[in-house]
């Protein structure tokens, strides 16, 4: 198959949207499939990339470490005036998500939107998260959706969420897959003589974009709690982002700053080789979609402690591949932790392999074999009702068309947010009524 994807943060950006796409592509690759992936720029970015297409992006978006993506018309048209693709894989509902409606109808094939993200929760990237604009951006959502041809969603949880908005096009849960056997080896023991770490150090790990939306606060109180407690103890974070500072403060205040970690972003090898070294893996975010870290821990053979939450739920099994809290208590989550590292060694056996066995589900083979077969039961569809003839106007009818709708989803999300908006939106904003 052609299959082109169309996302707004991709490689070398890490976070979970790019490695899923990157994932995904690969396999697809690997099984003979052509992928073309449409995407910003990033600094650092190779010169060279097989059918990647950037296109001009503002760096460092709001001071995160986002692109935003500003596409130029006539360098797609371009790029793919050769490509003819068989699906259109969209990956965000904004900025070139609009790009890949418009692209379907050109080519008048399906599209497939991914949710990866909860929307809603990474408002203060951009504006004060007042309640007029979250219903705005979830309704906005649910249209872009109900644009699509399918929807994938990452989690049943997730999937319930899309439902209960409105969305009405297909859903199909296929969570982002990973390589299982890249996971299950590693140099433990490397990574922690690499960094200081003592052999028989019980070691708390998390990794991430380290960012208010993963409720770092609170696990970094919570993990400090166990520390207190357990002086063998240590944590490590692996990751960068405007959270760090606080994390690191907050040991210093507490007096555990060198049983603090802090690595940096690491990939590949190394990254496989910081979760080998792992006892247990802490996880706090309430943002999820899907819980990618946490299946990549678990490929290890490393069990979690996680708080009850969407793409959380899907993967953790309380005290059977880790423990899975109802709720934030910083005492039950330290206790949680201080429940894993109490365990005997036949006991913590079992809970590693508990874990290697749940990660097993989400390989990425099987998960892309699932994409592969959404994409083949919509191949040869038309995106927007079939019009005679391959000449020039009925593709510009099919093109005004989904302009039309893409600015008739915007007004109505817009519309629906001022409506239900009161003065304590207003006073949120800014406005006055």
């Known amino acids: 198959m052609n299959i082109l994807m169309l996302t707004n943060t991709f490689t070398p950006h890490v976070g979970g949207v790019a490695r899923s796409v990157q994932s995904f592509m690969q396999e697809y690759r690997r099984l003979g499939h052509r992928v073309i992936v449409i995407a910003p720029q990033f600094e650092g970015a190779p010169e060279h990339e097989d059918d990647i297409i950037r296109v001009p992006a503002i760096q460092n978006f709001y001071g995160s470490d986002f692109s935003v993506p500003m596409p130029i018309p006539g360098l797609l048209s371009s790029a793919l005036e050769q490509f003819k693709p068989d699906i259109v894989h969209s990956h965000h509902p904004f900025l070139l998500g609009d790009t890949a409606l418009r692209i379907a109808a050109t080519k008048n094939v399906p599209v497939i939107f991914t949710h990866h993200t909860q929307y ?7 504006s004060n998260s007042s309640p007029a604009l979250q219903r705005f951006v979830k309704d906005l959502v649910t249209g872009y959706c109900n644009l699509c041809d399918a929807v994938i969603a990452p989690s049943e949880s997730i999937a319930t969420v899309l439902l209960n908005q409105g969305v009405t096009t297909p859903i199909e849960v296929i969570p982002t897959g990973i390589d299982i056997a890249q996971f299950s080896q590693g140099n433990g023991a490397g990574f922690r003589a690499a960094y200081n770490i003592p052999a028989d150090a019980f070691v708390i790990g998390h990794t991430g974009r380290l960012a208010p939306e993963k409720n770092l606060a609170f696990l970094a109180e919570a993990v400090a709690e166990f ?17 760090s500072e606080a994390i690191e403060q907050l040991f210093r205040q507490r007096g555990l700053f060198d049983r603090l ?7 590949g090898q190394s990254l496989v080789d910081a979760y080998q070294a792992m006892d247990t893996f802490a996880f706090a975010s309430q943002s999820e979609t899907q819980g990618l870290v946490l299946t990549e821990a678990m490929a290890a053979g490393v069990p979690v402690v996680a708080v009850d939450a969407s793409g959380v739920r899907e993967v953790v099994i309380d005290k059977y591949n880790g423990r899975l809290l109802p709720d934030e208590d910083l005492r039950e989550f330290a206790a949680a932790l201080t429940w894993i590292a109490t365990l005997s060694r036949t006991e913590r056996a079992q809970l590693n392999k508990a874990a290697q066995d749940t990660a097993e589900a989400f390989s990425i083979s099987r998960c892309a074999a699932h994409a592969l077969k959404l994409y083949q039961s919509l191949s040869g569809r038309e995106h927007t009702a079939k019009n005679s003839g391959d000449n020039l106007w009925p593709t510009t009818l099919r093109l005004i068309e989904e302009e039309w709708k893409i600015i008739g989803t915007k007004a109505k999300a817009a519309g629906a947010a001022l409506l239900k908006s009161g003065p304590a939106d207003h006073q949120n904003t800014g406005t006055t009524g």
């Open 120 to 126: 809603d929760r990474y408002l203060h990237y951009v």
């Open 227 to 243: 520390l207190t407690e357990n002086p063998s103890g240590c944590f490590v974070v692996i990751g960068t982002g405007p959270s």
């Open 261 to 267: 970690y802090l690595t940096g972003s690491l990939q």
